[in-house]
């Protein structure tokens, strides 16, 4: 979603394009290669890069959310997605393998401590990483929080959105059988993975679609038409994992565990009017997280590319270089 979604409405407030001065593919193991990358500063404050999803990818618009005379920007690719090999697959890809992915790159890269950067899945993602191995992680900048809770996927598979969205959310649930559509999430994992590609591409593209289509605060309620190798990467691995409820342990585990990193400084920036993950989740977990700075912005719903949000990232990341 991110990567497609109106970058050009914030370019305003980003800095210019730039290339990366490292580009890598990374054995993980499991059969799985993950593209990383490294632009800024080499000898920079580094800072990851989680994007959203999960499925979505990493693009070259992520990198200008930093000063790149400060900052050493990493990037990547998470399991099955964007240039990591192989494409859309879920085998062994869960929660905890990307964490230990991140944990890699982070070692690999020789980096003692770093900022970890995350919006939507890659909050959740950023969350249970800082949890699992909080001694690297120096700050965490979160936007548009998702806690992989059951209320969270009810709200958007199980019709709360779609109260807001009536026609967006007939369209897709249209492509369901009545007696299937109790459960969205199931109904569309059966045929996302059916074996047949072009039953596949067909499903996955009306799931992209359903949420490209709430991304922003002016949202027409259509969603476009992305492109079938990135639908199909993106709906699997993104109902995959919704599927398992983030291969959690129990339902509401994050907020749950945030004793582990409440020493951790965090920053989160949420779009009063994100409709794909209420600003409700943001607060409660500012709530529970004494250490960490709500930032609501007013006008603005989910997608990074968010004029309202875009800005206050990179305020936020000026800010931090100014110490640094």
Known sequence: MDKFSGQKSAVQYLYPPIEPFDRQ????????????????????????????GPGGGSSPAMRRYFDPAVYRIILFDQRGCGRSKPHACVEDNTTWHLVADIEYIRRALE?????????SWGATLALIYAQAHPNPV???????????????????????AGAFWP?????????????????????????LFSGLLNEEVRYAKAWS?????????????????????YARAFARLENHY??????????GQILDQMDKIAHIPGTIVQGRYDMICPPGTAYELARVWKNADLRMIPVAGHALSEPGISAELVGVMN???KKA
């Not at 120096?138 to 709360?160: C, D, K, N, S």
């Not at 007939?170 to 569309?188: C, H, N, T, V």
């Not at 919704?242 to 339902?251: A, I, K, Q, T, W």
Request: hydrophobic share 40%; proline share 3%.
């Open 242 to 251: 919704f599927s398992h409820r983030g291969f959690l342990e129990y339902d």
């Open 209 to 229: 679609a359903w949420e490209n289509a709430l991304a922003t605060v002016h949202s027409t309620g259509v969603g476009g038409d992305s492109p079938a190798d």
């Open 319 to 321: 800010r931090m270089a």
């Open 25 to 52: 593919m990374m054995d993980v193991g499991d059969g799985h290669s993950i593209y990383v990358e490294q632009s800024g500063r080499r000898d920079g404050v580094p800072v990851v890069v989680l994007h959203g």
């Open 111 to 119: 980096i003692e401590r770093w900022i970890v950067f995350g919006g």
């Open 167 to 191: 026609e967006t959310w007939d369209q897709f649930q249209s492509l369901i059988p009545k007696a299937e559509q109790g459960d969205m999430i199931g109904a569309y994992h059966r045929r």
């Open 138 to 160: 120096a700050h965490l900048v979160l936007r548009g929080v998702f806690t992989m809770t059951e209320a969270e996927l009810t709200w958007f598979y199980g019709g709360g």
